[in-house]
């Protein structure tokens, strides 16, 4: 029985019109998003900007996610920052707060040696949540390679991984070198890392198309391939977008498009010039099977 399972929506950080975070359309769309079936929910991650919150509206924007989940659904928290001091505080406050478990990334300031990568997460495990480590070796340094994962493992509550390689290869590994569980970090891979033994999906196009996310995964999951199929190739235009450095405008507009409309995006991170967003909402309404509206 895997402890994350399901589709876990890396949430976007709602921002009103002069970028400050809004707290109340932060609860009212994590509870649109449990109302329409995810399983989880996990503020604190890249998708989320937490890179660009103060201290104090990184410890609100976790604790309005909790009370919006109110123990619906589990909610994991990205502790992701500079130093293993600052991540091991972060992972205590999530922890303190109500959280069901961590994302966690290696050391991410530069290129760590293998005993440092194990201390980083030997002091994550030591908070006493469940975690799951996240490997992204292309915005990141480190590879979590599937024999280093093998040793990560060993620490008590280092559960799974969070797979963002593009390798759906990695999961097979993973599962036989291992005793984590994998949950897929990547949009365009959701339907084949399910039926490759993925037991979650870490997903970005669901924070506007929930509904069609969780069908996706849970096809995956089942191993029915002809529905899956079709719907993943009208999803997989969207997904495309999160694997892309302009991930967070893409999904925030989409998410517009769905009727949930988050706000803007922080500095340095602009809009989108108008040809890209017209290609999202021609890539949404395709998903959608609806006519582009002028």
Request: aromatic fraction near 10%.
């Amino acid at each position: 029985m895997a402890y994350f399972d399901g589709v876990y929506v890396a949430l976007i950080t709602p921002f009103d019109e002069n970028q400050e975070v809004d707290y109340q359309r932060l609860q009212t769309f994590c509870k649109w998003l449990i109302d329409q079936g995810v399983d989880g929910l996990i503020p604190g991650g890249s998708l989320g900007e937490y890179a660009t919150l103060e201290e104090t509206e990184r410890v609100k924007v976790v604790e309005t996610v909790i009370e919006a989940a109110a123990g619906r659904v589990p909610v994991m928290v990205g502790t992701g920052a500079p130093s293993t001091r600052q991540v091991t505080k972060w992972a205590r406050h999530a922890k303190d707060a109500g959280a069901a478990g961590l994302m966690a990334l290696p050391p991410i300031n530069y290129n760590p040696m293998k005993h440092e990568i194990l201390a980083h997460y030997e002091a994550l495990s030591d908070v006493g949540l469940p975690v799951i480590a996240y490997n992204n070796p292309h915005d990141y340094p480190t590879d979590l390679t599937p024999d280093l994962l093998k040793e990560i493992g060993q620490f008590e509550n280092i559960v799974g991984v969070k797979e963002f390689s593009g390798d759906v290869r990695r999961v097979h590994d993973i599962l036989e070198k291992t005793n984590l569980e994998v949950m897929i970090g990547v949009d365009d891979l959701a339907f084949e890392g399910a039926l490759s033994g993925a037991t979650g999906w870490i997903s970005g196009v669901p924070n506007a198309l929930p509904v069609e996310g969780c069908e996706l995964f849970h096809y995956g999951r089942k191993g029915e391939i002809d529905k899956g199929l079709a719907l993943y190739r009208k999803l997989l235009p969207l997904f495309h977008y999160d694997a892309n450095p302009q991930l967070v405008q893409s999904i925030k507009y989409m998410a517009k498009l769905a009727g949930q409309d988050c706000g803007p995006t922080r500095p340095p991170r602009l809009p989108l010039p108008d040809d890209y967003y017209a290609s999202i909402k021609a890539d949404f309404h395709y998903a959608k099977g609806t006519a582009i509206s002028q």
